[in-house]
């Protein structure tokens, strides 16, 4: 069984979603640990209601960021994962972390648009008439990593930042799950930008 650990800073409904569809058919993986960047976040109260092991590494907590980055490294690493997951996990990963297995993340906008800690914000500002989704594999860069897969919503008239984050949504934890499935299961390669899905 594949094994999975997932870092979250808030909410934790891409996370819920992942904890739902583990051991089933749509995901023969295991959530085997919840790491966070802060205490008393709901993410961390879904995975301790669902019985998975949680860890807090908090920047403010390290002298620097590679003190955190190795820390976090380390707190991964001890739960031997084949993914690391971020589902709305708003910091940006160092080598370290990123040494310890493929990461996957999903960024609510259609990437390389509007990347950042506001992407549905900044998609409704523009005036963009459709944003959505974007499934990638992370890179010491900002929302810049190999694209896997995006799904598209279009913006209405009347949306709100939250009533556009909450459709997206919608569609991201979808995505994230049959994502993470297919990148353990088929296996992949990475050429140049393209994630290649298959055995290498
Ligand atoms: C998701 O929309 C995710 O894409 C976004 O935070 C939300 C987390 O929702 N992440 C980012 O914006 C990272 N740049 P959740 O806490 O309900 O899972």
């Not at 972390?97 to 906008?109: G, K, R, S, W």
């Not at 499934?135 to 860069?141: C, I, Q, S």
């Amino acid at each position: 069984m594949s094994r999975i650990v997932v870092l979250v800073s808030g909410t934790g409904s891409l996370l819920q979603a992942l904890l739902d569809a583990q051991d089933s058919a749509a995901l023969s993986a295991q959530v085997v640990a919840v790491g966070a960047d802060r205490a008393g976040i709901a993410g961390l109260d879904r995975a301790e209601t669902a019985g998975v092991p949680t860890f807090v590494e908090a920047v403010g907590d390290h002298p620097d960021r590679a003190a955190w980055d190795r820390a976090l490294a380390t707190q991964v690493t001890a739960h031997r994962p084949d993914l690391v997951i971020t589902a709305g996990f708003m910091k940006i990963l160092g080598p370290a972390t990123l040494a310890t297995a493929p990461v996957l993340n999903t960024h609510p906008a259609l990437l390389p648009a509007f990347p950042g800690a506001h992407g549905v914000r900044d998609a409704l500002a523009y005036g963009v008439k459709v944003t959505g989704s974007t499934a990638h594999l992370v890179d010491e860069g900002m929302d810049t990593g190999p694209i896997i897969d995006q799904r598209v919503v279009p913006i209405a008239e009347d949306d709100t930042e939250d009533s556009l984050h909450e459709r997206i949504k919608v569609l991201e934890r979808e995505m994230l799950v049959e994502v993470a499935a297919d990148l353990l299961v088929r296996g992949f390669t990475v050429d140049g930008r393209r994630v290649v899905l298959g055995p290498a």
